[in-house]
């Protein structure tokens, strides 16, 4: 008899070793390695009978998508536009940060909108689940819960009814019958979303499947699940503040640049519309070390308020930290200023941060970032109603963003008064006054005279 070769599987990100390694090579997680069941295959199903024809792309006809819009704005934005039939969308995220909250409110939207939807919850009980939607007013006639472990049989439910949405609460709850292992672990995790995805797309039922992210590893992450479904949400908050984030990992039917903002309060998830107010407090009195970026999250754009602070350090290496902002950006950008602006930062411990738990990857937030960096070494605040919008180089050029007018359209509706933008900006019809420049120098001799 041949000999069976044991298999190990990182159950964080699906990466596959002989042996049993303490870390992952591939996605960094300590202690993620399990044994790896293989599926067994049936000889005789598995064989290749007879070629399939293959058709030319052109005679196809390529029709768009339908969509079943969730009634959510942030979320449909992030989908790009709403659900598609038999489309199946992982939603994933840390315990706690709102999932089934969220999925309960969608799955009460559509029940009103459209007819029949199914959730399924492996984890609650229907008594902990009707509680919490007779809490947030989300009872309705359509919405029909099935709270059970034998996923086979919900899904056998979701087959005969005619259902409009379908809700999986979670991955890691159920088992697939045919697989072996332990509910959660990679093996089940891949048979259960293989299941919920052929019921998704054989009764063209729009679903959502919820999977936890845990930082230990010890369940098998979304990561595993990616190229089976066909979009990858993800949902993440910081536990000290009510704002959550949703953004797209993978999607099929749009972009993955968008971003979905809610903020959790005792009434469930309210949908956040005008973001700039949560990220920049516009009233306060102009501070040193602080200026504002009009950046674009998406087709978004938002103002986002960067404070800086930098103090004389007695140490020999001064120390360096930001939140919200790589800290290899932070020190390429002091770079950049001391040697094209002539503002001495190398004694300086120097702090960034981006409030609201925002993260800045937009490379125009440059700019802001100099601003207030440069700020707080002169210790001169910049007038609160001034916006920066650019790209900063490492000559100290300041490169035009895109989609600018935009920008200075959000900061216009804000109340700015003033945009400083690049020189090389192309000329529109701005609604308020820009300030055109071409050196990251000049913020010096503009404001902080
Ligand atoms: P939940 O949706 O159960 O999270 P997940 O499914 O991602 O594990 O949300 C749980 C948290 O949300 C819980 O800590 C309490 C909080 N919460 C509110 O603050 N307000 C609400 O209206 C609800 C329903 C939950
Ligand atoms: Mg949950």
Redesign the pocket.
Known sequence: MAKQIKKYICSSCGYGSLSELGKCPKCGEWGSFVEDTPITQDKKTGAISHATKAVPLSVLDAKEEPRVPSGIDELDRVLGGGFVPGGVILLG??????????LLQVASNMAKKFGKVLYISGEESAGQVAL?GK??GLLTENLELLCTSNLASALATAQDGDYKFMVV?SVQAFRADDESGWAGSPTQVKGVASMVTDVAKSCNIPTVL?G?ITKQGAIAGPKLLEHLVDAVLL?SGEEASPNRLLRAEKNRFGSTDELGIFE?????LNPVSDPSHLYWNGNDAAANGVAIALTMEGSRALAAEIQALATFSPFPYPKRTARGVELSRLQLLLAVLEKRSGLSTRQSDTYLNVTGGLTLKDPAADLAICAALASSITEIAIPSDICFIGEVGLAGEVRPAFRTLARVKEAARLGFKTAVISRRTPKENYPIEVLRISRVGEIRDLFLK
């Open positions: 995220g840390e315990p706690g940060v709102g999932k089934s909250t969220l919490r809490r947030l609460d919820v936890h949902f959790m309060s005792d009434k469930g």
